[in-house]
C-alpha cells in the first residue's frame, strides 16, 4: 500500500489530461457508492419484498451486480434490485442525471433543452419524460384520495394538438402553433379538462372529453373518487345539476357575475386552472395524446 506521499508524488506527476480522467473515476465511484445506498434505502424504506409474488419473509441476498445488491425471493425464485420494476431499471445513467432531469421536468424545460443539461440524446430525453410521466399517473391513480367535503368544480380547455404526428387525420390541415381554433366557443376542437379539488388540497384533473362537458363525462371523471355527503361548488354550469341529481351530491351553483355565496366560491380551482396552463405552456405546445 503506498503512503501518502508517494501518492501525492504519483498524482503530481499526471498530466492534466490524466489528472482529468482521475477525476471522473473518483466521482463515478463515489456517485454509485451513494446512488445505491440513497436507491435501496428508499425503495425498501418498508422492507425488503419480491415485486414480482410481494413475497418479504424468504428473501435472500444474491450478489451484487453494477453496485447495487441483488436478492431472490425463495418462494418464486426471482431475482431483482432497488431498480427492479422502477423508471431506473436497465438505465445505465446514474440517480443524479435522473434527478437532475426530473428538475428539468418540473421547470417545463423542453425536451431537448433538458437533453443538453443532462447530457443525454434527445430520443432518450423524449423516452425519460413519458417514463417518469406514466409512473407518477399510475401512482396517482393507485393512491388518489377521495375528494369530501366542500369541492370546487371547474373545467378548463386546450386546443386539440397532433404535435408530432406524422399522418394527421384525414382532412385535418397543420397549424401553426398558437393559431386560434377556427370555430368559436366550445367545439371538438377543444380538449375540456375536468378539475376539481377540495379545501383539505386533494386534486384531481383529468380529461372528459371534447368540447362542452355533459354530465356522462363527469360520472366518468368523477365515479369512485368523492366521498359522500361531499358538497360540490360550481359555476352555472347545466350539467353538473343533472350529475348531483344522478350521484346524489348536494350542489351550489354561483350565478354569472357574482363570486362567492358564503364560504363557497371556485376561486381555488380557477387558481389551478391558471397554474395549470402555466406550466402547459413552457413546453411549447402538448401533443393531445400526452396531455
Not at 52 to 61: A, R, S
Request: include cysteine.
Amino acid at each position: 500500500m503506498p503512503t501518502v506521499n508517494e501518492l501525492k508524488r504519483l498524482v503530481e506527476s499526471l498530466s492534466q489530461s490524466e489528472r482529468n480522467q482521475l477525476q471522473d473515476i473518483l466521482a463515478d465511484s463515489g456517485e454509485a457508492s451513494y446512488s445505491a445506498k440513497s436507491l435501496e434505502d428508499s425503495r425498501f424504506s418498508n422492507g425488503i419484498s419480491c415485486p414480482k409474488c410481494g413475497c418479504v419473509e424468504n428473501i435472500v441476498k444474491f450478489g451484487k451486480y453494477k453496485g447495487l445488491q441483488r436478492y431472490k425471493c425463495k418462494d418464486c425464485s426471482a431475482t431483482f434490485t432497488a431498480k427492479s420494476g422502477s423508471i431506473f431499471y436497465k438505465s445505465t445513467k446514474s440517480l443524479d442525471t435522473w434527478e437532475k432531469y426530473a428538475d428539468c421536468l418540473l421547470q417545463g424545460m423542453s425536451i431537448r433543452k433538458s437533453a443538453q443539461i443532462c447530457g443525454i440524446s434527445i430520443p432518450t430525453s423524449f423516452f425519460w419524460r413519458h417514463k417518469i410521466l406514466e409512473v407518477i399517473g399510475n401512482a396517482l391513480d393507485k393512491k388518489q384520495p377521495k375528494l369530501k367535503g366542500i369541492i370546487e368544480s371547474d373545467e378548463t380547455f386546450f386546443r386539440v394538438s397532433y404535435k408530432g404526428t406524422r399522418k394527421l387525420p384525414e382532412g385535418r390541415m397543420a397549424h401553426r402553433r398558437g393559431e386560434k381554433a377556427k370555430k368559436r366557443g366550445l367545439s371538438k376542437e377543444q380538449v375540456c379538462v375536468a378539475c376539481g379539488l377540495d379545501r383539505q388540497g386533494s386534486v384531481l384533473s383529468k380529461i372528459s372529453n371534447l368540447g362542452k362537458v355533459s354530465s356522462a363525462d363527469l360520472v366518468r371523471v368523477y365515479s369512485g373518487k368523492v366521498e359522500k355527503d361531499s358538497i360540490f361548488c360550481t359555476d352555472s354550469e347545466k350539467a353538473y345539476v343533472r350529475f348531483a341529481v344522478q350521484k346524489g351530491y348536494k350542489l351550489i351553483q354561483i350565478e354569472r357575475g357574482k363570486h362567492r355565496l358564503g364560504v363557497y366560491h371556485i376561486n381555488h380551482v380557477n387558481a389551478f386552472h391558471n397554474n395549470l396552463k402555466r406550466f402547459i405552456d413552457k413546453f411549447r405546445g402538448i401533443s393531445t395524446k400526452y396531455l
